[in-house]
């Protein structure tokens, strides 16, 4: 069992190395991390800011009076100024994880008193992070008892494992962060969602209510007055499979539909998002909104397109395509969503699995300002930047090249005086990451294929290729450099 702490102190300055130095004061502010019997040897105590305590795996509650008594000495010495306190649990996949200890009376009260001795002897702390498994019945008696005790003073809480934390009462609360979970219940304590700014909710159920964060049982609605930043991440397990359910919740005056404001927000991310979810029917925009994060498989993200997303600035759409996705459908959300939505400084579409097969003709992407594709063809590659004319950065995991490309794409790098060059070049790419060209018999087609690339694009300044080929791009920027100015500004690395 380990305890760390960081402890700040006031060193005066004696002509020895420092981190920073004051003139004025001849002194400097360090922090370093020990653990906590040097700093009780050393009477450093009232100078620790921060405290992590490292479960061992399988750890019972009982356990936990060693902690107390045989480390920190909670009953003889006061750790008045730490402001954080943080549990965790080793994240090994085990049966600890999921394993049920018999809670019994005693085991209780041990866990009551232990967590007492926390509360008389650190009674600063603000910040609480609690995190990885542990016996669930145990770690729910542990996090939910330091919830409890801290629950008044706290304004970040940081909870990794789904816990039945009861309606602990949290009226400072700025940042909270939980797991949830559909065995869990109630999920969250109870919260005035007025006093929060920030909101991240990991493996939210479908049936999700967000009645916990209302001021009182008659508030209608919820308003969450100071929240900047919101985070939902749902549990795919429990997304339903049909689009029908979008409407179950639609009505105004449903009595299982919340209605919610957010007139400050200026982050929203969401993941997994579900067809009933509330987010999707408030009432009243979001005027502040300046970045939006929208993750997961099509059919979640294309729900999205019921959000209200005028002023958007910095969009990430994040899109799983699977083989049963509608081309025609794939390319109306994306188009929707990179021509009429975003009007901003960034715009990035991502394609993380499986191989890019959309018909760029039927790609309007006007306002995106970054791809990143997992798998995609040469030529279809080509063909996509054309359709975005305002796209600055593009990102290849694996570029693909067909068998019969390579004498084409050798004729096409030194065709300069073709009238009819391979590509109408995007005008603003600056930036070109190719990670891998996929098997090694494509580096041929890859390097001749980059070289054609970097000739028509004016504007290029970073490109990143795959090592074996680095060498064949230098040479190829040595040579035509004078004849093609512009292959001089670009800085070239290797993945």
Known sequence: MTVFVEVSEICTYKGGPIVKFAPDTHSTHMAWTSNAELVILRNCMLNTKHMKIEMPLGITCDQLQSIVLGILNLDRVDWLKINTLSITYPSLFCGHYVELVAIDEQIIADVKRAVQYFGQNMRSIAELNLKGPTNRNARDLIYASFVSTYGGQLQVLRVGAPVALGFSHLPKIKVLDLALSLTVAPVIPSVCGETLKVLKLNNVPRNFAWHYFRYDIYTRPIVFRRLTILHLSYDSDNNPATAANIHSRAASGAPNCDQLVFPVLKQLSIRNCTPDCDLLYAEAPFPELKSVHLSGLFNEISHCSHLKLSWVKDLHVDVHLSDT???????????????????????????????????????????????????????????????????????????????????????????????????????????????????????????????????????????TVPEPVEPRIYAFISLFKESYPHLANIAVDSS
């Open 325 to 463: 996705d509608e081309e025609a459908k794939v390319c109306n959300i994306t188009n929707y969503f990179f021509s009429r939505v975003c009007i901003g400084r960034t715009a990035t579409l991502r394609f993380s699995r499986g191989q890019f097969t959309l018909d760029p003709e039927l790609i309007r992407w006007i306002n995106l300002t970054r791809l990143e594709v997992h798998l995609i063809h040469y030529r279809a590659l080509c063909r996509v930047i054309d359709r975005c004319p305002n796209i600055t950065s593009v990102l290849i995991s694996n570029l693909e090249f067909g068998a019969d490309t390579v004498e084409s794409l050798a004729a096409d790098a030194f065709l300069f005086a073709s009238a009819d060059p391979l590509v109408p070049w995007g005008a603003k790419l600056t930036e070109f990451d190719i990670v891998s060209f996929g098997m090694e018999r494509f580096c041929d087609a890859g390097a001749y294929g980059i070289q054609a690339f970097i000739l028509n694009t004016g504007a290029l300044m970073y490109l």
